[in-house]
């Protein structure tokens, strides 16, 4: 049976500056575009130049908020590394097409297509931290991340005495993101980080970013929450119902929960899904958005975890970030629920 | 530790360039009748230059086959794994919604790049192809296939090179071990793709001929493409329904080589890895195999890493199983392969036989290790199928005709 697993590091790249040590939402950073590229460390800190220079956005994305989320924990290696991306390593899968489009035949360089495989942010960790262990990464569009987190709660179970990487990253691309307004999924009027969310202009704001945790199923003084339960559906009739199941499944009624999170983008069509369950389910309790500061991405539900264990070390929700005026005594017990485009729906439990 | 409870294998289905199902497979493998030959679908620069394993049907057909219509943005990988889900699901012979949890984790690493590639300027000032543009992520079919097969409790997708299937097989084990799933449809799927054939014709591991594994003179490897899926369910379950399984899935290993991007570390350490975990998860001994269904893409490296791998686990070439690859009859089908070739595993299984190692002639200098070249009737109890990819990572997994 899968047991709760616990968190004890943490570390975020994000269109924010959630990389500095104390940043915590209380201003941010507005833009007024659309895509919005993630905030650049200074990945030199974590990163030899050499390494460097021949690592894509993922790559080093996903290694520094690593190094970031194992200095927290304290530890220096990990038995396993567990990933999620919707579209890999989008810019080298871009610029191995551009290439073989206008020189098929002739000698291409073969490190875009190297470079572009889906894995190979979690095989760098695994290059680069020396992890012999398991080792996976999920590709399953908004429900990438949460498809590792599972993986992970099931390791654990497997193996409780070992210490999981665990985490998300997407980056964006230089042509993908035309096929995608093509496609109506980019917003226009009202592309704005933070973004509003009125109800009143369709689209979402393309962003990119890392985020990687530490967990294993021993609790210690640097455990930050843990994560009870995680479920995902491709599509569901009626959200309230699904949710209401989930949380009756793992024996929590909405009353024992102290806020919840929610994955508004400013997107018209779909962000009523939100309204409906803030009204009705959720009326009671303090509600979070986070996507309207750090834009949409297939796994910054990640960044909702991220943002979950900061609330709890907190005991505080950055007025940015809150939805209603409702306030909590304790801020114990959090529900992320998110969805994107009306499908790929999911709920994580967290608790402190 | 999570219980390990049986599970069996209640249904298969595979579409490659040596059959378009089970049994056509199966013939031509007994047969050993190949299927490389030169480009006749693709439109690509290489056409009557590599050699491939192509199914030599066109993605119109594959439409009428699935009764799917024109509207519908359907990409080849998705339209090759539908046919190859749809047989695994018959031959299991259950319905989705009949109470049992079922899931679907599928596998692919070319995703919907074959229409990316063909459509990328088309798509900026044509609206005809645009319905494709949804298809590109990887995650799209697995989520096409769900809609298609009426499978809904659980859906992903998994990509880690060509160790993907194998990969999706072992995750389906583990979540219903865990007790998450009941039952679960898992395989993988990739098309041919002018992305992976000048991807690895600019690594120069693509054979200008056809493929030699396990050869001294081996000089790469022939891509092909393929869909296969299997049906895993509690042993448990398919009891109750009065289904007798093809034979369980008793071990799985993963691990990474953490050497090298695409290069395996000469002494085979994530392939040594992937095996012991395989074993150890089975409680069984190496000796207690009676064949391997290796890796074996042709490649100089891969075939001296995973040799040396194997010589690890067995200590001397003389105490190896038979061992053969199957590459040269289907081409590497890279996310596929871990599942195809677990297809052939359960067929040498169900009918005793190991299939050969075509194109083989000389054994490796620093090795010595030779593969089974001819078809071989024997007696088999367990089958270790190996699986490796770019990134280290590497995966095995275990079949067995009965369980513990």
Not at chain 1, 286 to 315: C, M, N, R, S, W
Not at chain 2, 115 to 125: K, S
Not at chain 2, 311 to 319: F, T
Request: aromatic share 8%.
């Amino acid at each position: 049976m899968i047991k709760p697993i616990y968190i004890h590091g943490s570390g975020c790249i994000s269109i924010q500056p959630t990389f500095e040590a104390g940043y915590f939402f209380d201003a941010l950073t507005s833009y007024a575009q659309n895509p919005v590229p993630a905030l650049d460390p200074d990945y030199k800190a974590f990163i030899p130049a050499l390494q460097l220079r021949r690592m894509n956005k993922s790559m080093r994305m996903a290694l520094f908020a690593s190094r970031l989320a194992m200095q927290e924990a304290g530890i220096t290696s990990i038995d396993a590394v567990i990933t999620g991306s919707g579209l890999g390593c989008l810019r080298d899968s871009e610029r191995f097409v551009e290439h073989l489009r206008a020189e098929e035949g002739s000698s291409l360089n073969p490190t875009p297509f190297i470079q572009s495989t889906h894995n190979m942010a979690a095989a760098a960790l695994a290059l680069s931290l020396g992890c012999k262990g398991y080792n996976m990464t999920y590709v399953n569009n908004a429900n990438s991340f949460e498809s590792a987190l599972l993986d992970s709660l099931i390791y654990l179970a497997e193996h409780p005495t070992e210490t999981v990487l665990l985490g998300g990253v997407d980056e964006l691309g230089e042509r993908t993101p035309q096929f995608w307004d093509i496609a109506g999924y980019l917003k226009h009027e009202g592309a704005e980080i933070p973004t509003p969310l009125d109800d009143r202009t369709p689209g979402e704001i393309a962003a990119e970013g890392a985020i990687f945790f530490i967990a294993s199923q021993q609790q210690s003084y640097q455990t930050l929450g843990k994560v009870l339960a995680v479920e995902t559906r491709l599509e569901v009739d009626n959200p309230p119902a699904f949710i209401a199941e989930f949380l009756q499944r793992n024996g929590v009624s909405t009353d024992a929960l102290d806020a919840v999170m929610l994955g508004c983008n400013g997107d018209a069509r779909y962000d009523g899904i939100y309204r409906t369950l803030g009204d009705t389910l959720f009326a009671d309790l303090p509600q979070v958005a986070f996507k309207h500061t750090l834009g949409e991405y297939d796994t910054v539900v990640a960044a909702a975890l991220f943002l979950v264990l900061g609330i709890f070390q907190h005991q505080h929700i950055p007025q940015t970030l809150l939805l209603n005026e409702v306030s909590s005594r304790t801020l114990q017990r959090i529900l992320i629920y998110t969805q994107r485009r009306g499908q790929n729906h999911s709920v994580i439990l967290v608790e402190k | 530790m999570i219980p390990t409870a049986p599970i069996a294998i209640t249904g298969m289905g595979a579409i490659s360039a040596i059959g378009n199902h089970v049994t056509e497979n199966f013939r031509s493998l007994v047969a050993s009748k190949h299927g490389i030959g030169p480009i006749t679908q693709l439109d690509t620069y290489h056409r009557g230059r590599l050699l491939v394993g192509e199914i030599p049907i066109g993605n119109a057909e594959l439409y009428d086959r699935l009764h799917l219509s024109p509207e519908v943005a359907c990409t080849r990988s998705t339209l090759l794994a539908l046919l190859a889900a749809k047989e695994a699901m018959e031959a299991a012979a259950f319905q989705p919604g009949d109470g049992y949890r079922t899931g679907l984790i599928s596998a692919t690493t070319v995703g919907g790049m074959d229409a990316t590639e063909q459509y990328y300027d088309d798509y900026l000032i044509s609206e005809k192809h645009q319905p494709f543009i949804q298809t590109h992520p990887c995650g799209y079919a697995a989520e096409q296939m769900g809609r298609y097969l009426g499978i809904s409790d659980f859906v992903t997708t998994i990509s880690t090179a060509c160790s993907s299937a194998a990969n999706a097989i072992m995750l389906g084990a583990r979540m219903i071990r865990a007790g998450l799933l009941d039952r679960v449809l898992v395989g993988g799927t990739d098309c041919l793709s002018r992305f992976t054939i000048n991807g690895f014709n600019s690594l120069m591991i693509y054979t200008d001929s056809h493929c030699r594994p396990f050869d001294e003179n081996r000089n790469g490897l022939n891509l092909g493409e393929a869909a296969a899926y299997l049906v895993l369910e509690a042993a448990e379950v398919a009891k109750r329904r009065g289904k007798s399984p093809i034979a369980y899935l008793t071990g799985y290993g993963n691990a990474n080589d953490a050497f090298h991007q695409t290069a395996s570390s000469d002494n085979g350490e994530g392939a040594y890895l992937a095996m012991r975990k395989a074993l150890e998860t089975a409680r069984l001994n190496p000796t207690d195999i009676d064949y391997v269904n290796a890796h074996g893409t042709a490649t100089p490296n891969n075939d001296l890493a995973e040799g040396n791998a194997l010589l690890r686990i067995y200590g001397s070439a003389s105490a190896l199983p038979t061992f053969s690859s199957t590459k040269a009859f289907t081409g590497h089908t890279l996310a596929a392969a871990g599942a195809i070739e677990a297809v052939f595993s359960l067929l040498a299984l169900q009918h005793q036989v190991v299939f050969p190692n075509l194109n083989f002639s000389q054994p490796i200098a620093s090795l010595g290790i030779i593969p089974q070249t001819e078809l071989r009737e024997k007696k088999i109890a367990h089958v270790l199928s190996n699986s490796f990819g770019f990134g280290g990572n590497c995966s095995t997994l275990l079949f067995s005709k009965d369980h513990d």
